[in-house]
């Protein structure tokens, strides 16, 4: 756990302390959302590392991690909280038996039922708690995901982090949670909901970064044969794939060369693990037509041979 | 900058001329077309405050995470940015261009169909029949290409009566159960119960609540569809209005997302505001390579995914029909049904030969026609699930 950042370079050290290479401009909105404390809005590629930034804000602060992944049909009763209706039910059975029913009132029956014991906090509510210590980290993952409703639900918990359980009354925190939204823009979000973050479009990394990034993410691999696997990586995504290799997947990429007993890249390697880069059997076939000699030739170039 | 005590002289003077600059900026933006709403402007003088504008660095992000909401708009900070900040004299800043200046034959006054029939864009109604109005009924089987222009205004005004129901697909949601449903309902059991002293008499259930599908619609709007691209673009406006979950593109030599500018009402409005956007208007035709940059910028990501897609094109491709077709393979293999609506089929003795059609065929869950009110009137009894 470390204190809280007082300039971007701050952020870019603290990341990279945590495995994370940021650039200036991730790390200028990580620091911007930390300071202002405003959720932090990420759009980009599948694979470029936008539910990564959550998970290393956490591990770097030291504040709780609370994910809440969307889903179509997502409701504020899987978001923010739940009675636990079979204990209420028991609740109310043993009342009865006990005869404590029908010598209490039917008021106190329900306070009864409607207490903080009976309540299931789902991450929303969690996160938006009192609590202590470093600032939880609350990650909504794929919000593209949720219907418009559960957006407009979210831009209202979020725009003054408090939350009202009818029950029980308003529920706020002084530490307001660090919010990460991720989306992988199949649809587009409410401005209204946009605009109450900090925005930024996440990209592929460029050559050198992503480099240093496996280098940090796969240590044990041969420094060459990262170069030219990024080189090859870089290679791909100007082919116009289906799905565009992500971070992620050179990573993987890089570890299953190494595990191969490989320093550098040849046809015969990369042709035998070319599934853990492309998945889908269009881009492996387009790959191949292009020519693994070049795509080889053009990663030694890049790259550097051995 | 990164200290921020009031009583330090020198950094309040920097924030008093950063702030002008900033808002300056913000100015600039909205002037290029960006919609920079006040509160940005000021997260952006929060931020620079907390950057500092001592280098480019700082000033460009700051203002890329609190300004910009869209990777599209990108292209267009970057220009300001330099003009702005850098004092560099751009030669291009491309402002939203003029509308093509084309009179719109479209222009009705009268339009109380439009608001007074539909109520709400997600309601449902299963209910609704399709308004069929006898005095233009003849009018309505004619081709658009060989309508006058009083008779394309008065067309498109019956647009806006369109009525669009949809598919729908199970969603996950639950809804209360009228009778017995699915899931028992314990929060309503439990809340019936204590009505009864605790005995859980009643017992509520759940059932999964239904959801539109979602409708995409992709306008060929190249020279050879230009008789019939502005009845189709009024119809895709009807479709908009009427229901919820409804997306809109123009395809010619590329590809542009139409569903933000038909958002408004008035569909003249919508109109004037959707076409400059298209920049090739009438222009040539890639049909493949559009579709296959929908599927890639869109589709594929979730867009298509379980929807219903219909093409409006009449399917005159001037690139490689190899591509159309694997754009197409792919495209039907993530949606719930893709529909091809070709003008040109209504015309007797039609066959689809031109190579683009050709390849797409195949991949097709419907083909149907489009060149008059009354067929897209069918077509959107098609889409309604009803045939």
């Known amino acids: ?306 | 900058m990164s200290e921020r005590s009031p009583d330090d002289a020198a950094e309040t003077t920097t924030l008093a001329a950063g702030e002008t600059l900033a808002v300056g900026f913000a100015r600039a933006l909205r002037r290029a077309g960006l919609r920079v709403p006040a509160s940005a402007t000021i997260n952006y003088v929060q931020a620079l405050g907390l950057v500092g504008v001592e280098t480019r660095s700082g000033v460009y992000w700051a203002g890329r995470s609190t300004l910009l909401h869209r990777p599209e708009d990108i292209d267009i900070y970057d220009r300001v940015f330099a003009a702005y900040w850098q004092q560099t004299f751009v030669e291009t800043i491309r402002f939203e261009g003029k509308p093509p200046s084309v009179t719109l034959a479209l222009d009705v006054g009268d339009d109380e169909g439009g608001d007074g029939n539909d109520d709400g864009e997600d309601e449902q109604d299963s209910e609704i029949q399709p308004v069929r109005f006898s005095r233009t009924e003849v009018l309505t089987d004619k081709d658009f290409a060989e309508c006058s222009a009083e008779e394309l205004a008065e067309l498109t005004a019956l647009m806006s009566r369109l009525q669009f129901t949809t598919h729908t697909r199970r969603s996950r949601r639950q809804v209360r159960a009228t009778s017995k449903g699915d899931r028992p309902d314990l929060r309503r059991t439990v809340q019936r119960a204590l009505r009864h002293q605790g005995e859980p008499l009643h017992r509520a259930y759940t059932e999964d609540a239904t959801r539109p599908r979602r409708l995409v619609l992709v306008l060929d709007v190249s020279g050879s569809m230009e008789a019939y691209a502005r009845a189709l673009v009024r119809f895709a406006h009807a479709a908009v209005v009427a229901r919820g979950r409804v997306e809109v593109f123009a395809l010619g030599t590329r590809l542009t997302r139409l569903t933000r500018f038909l958002y408004s009402r008035d569909p003249d409005q919508a109109l004037t505001l959707a076409m400059p956007k298209v920049q090739d208007w009438a222009g040539g035709t890639r049909l493949g390579e559009g579709l296959a940059e929908f599927n890639e910028e869109w589709g594929i990501r979730g867009m298509a995914r379980g929807s219903v897609v219909v093409i409006l094109s009449d399917g005159w491709d001037r690139g490689d029909p190899l591509v159309l077709g694997t754009a197409m393979e792919r495209l039907h293999r993530v949606t719930h049904e893709l529909v091809w609506v070709n003008p040109l089929k209504a015309t007797p003795g039609y066959a689809p030969l031109a190579a683009g059609m050709a390849a797409a065929l195949p991949h097709l869950d419907r083909f149907v026609e489009g060149h008059s009110y009354a067929s897209l009137e069918q077509l959107a009894t098609i889409l309604a699930g009803q045939r």
Not at chain 1, 109 to 127: G, M, S, V
Request: hydrophobic share 40%.
């Open chain 1, 1 to 306: 756990m470390s204190a809280l950042p007082t300039t971007v370079d701050d952020v870019k050290a603290g990341l990279e302390g945590n495995e994370y290479l940021a650039d200036d401009g991730l790390a200028t909105s990580i620091f911007l959302a930390i300071t202002l404390r405003r959720p932090l809005f990420l759009e980009g590629e599948a694979g470029v590392g936008k539910t990564e930034v959550a998970k290393v804000l956490s591990r770097w602060l030291g504040g709780r991690l609370i994910r809440l992944q969307c889903y179509e049909g997502i409701d504020a009763s899987q978001a923010v909280y739940e009675w636990d209706y079979t204990r209420q039910l028991l609740h109310l059975r043993t009342a009865e038996a006990t005869g404590e029913a029908s010598a209490t009132d039917s008021t106190s029956l329900e306070a009864a039922l409607y207490d903080e014991r009976f309540l299931i906090r789902r991450p929303l509510l969690e996160a938006l708690s009192p609590n202590e210590g470093p600032p939880p980290v609350l990650l909504v993952d794929e919000i593209d995901r949720a219907d418009d409703e559960f957006e407009a639900f979210l831009l209202e918990a979020l725009s003054d982090y408090s939350i009202t359980i009818p029950e029980l009354g308003e529920i706020k925190t002084e530490n307001p949670p660090l919010v990460v939204l991720t989306s992988n823009r199949t649809r587009d979000v409410h401005d209204a909901l946009k605009r109450r973050c900090l925005y930024h479009w996440v990209e592929h990394p460029t050559f050198e970064r992503e480099v240093a990034i496996i280098q940090l993410r796969a240590p044990g691999v041969a420094a060459p044969l990262i170069r030219q696997v990024a080189a090859a990586t870089e290679a791909m995504r100007g082919q116009g794939l289906y799905k565009p290799p992500g971070v992620a997947e050179t990573i993987d990429w890089a570890r299953s060369l190494a595990a191969l007993g490989r320093v550098a890249i040849d046809e015969a390697s990369v042709e035998a693990t070319l599934g853990t880069v492309l998945k889908y059997r269009e881009d492996q076939e387009r790959v191949t037509q292009q020519g693994l000699p070049d795509l080889v030739r053009t990663a030694m170039i890049r790259g550097g041979s051995a």
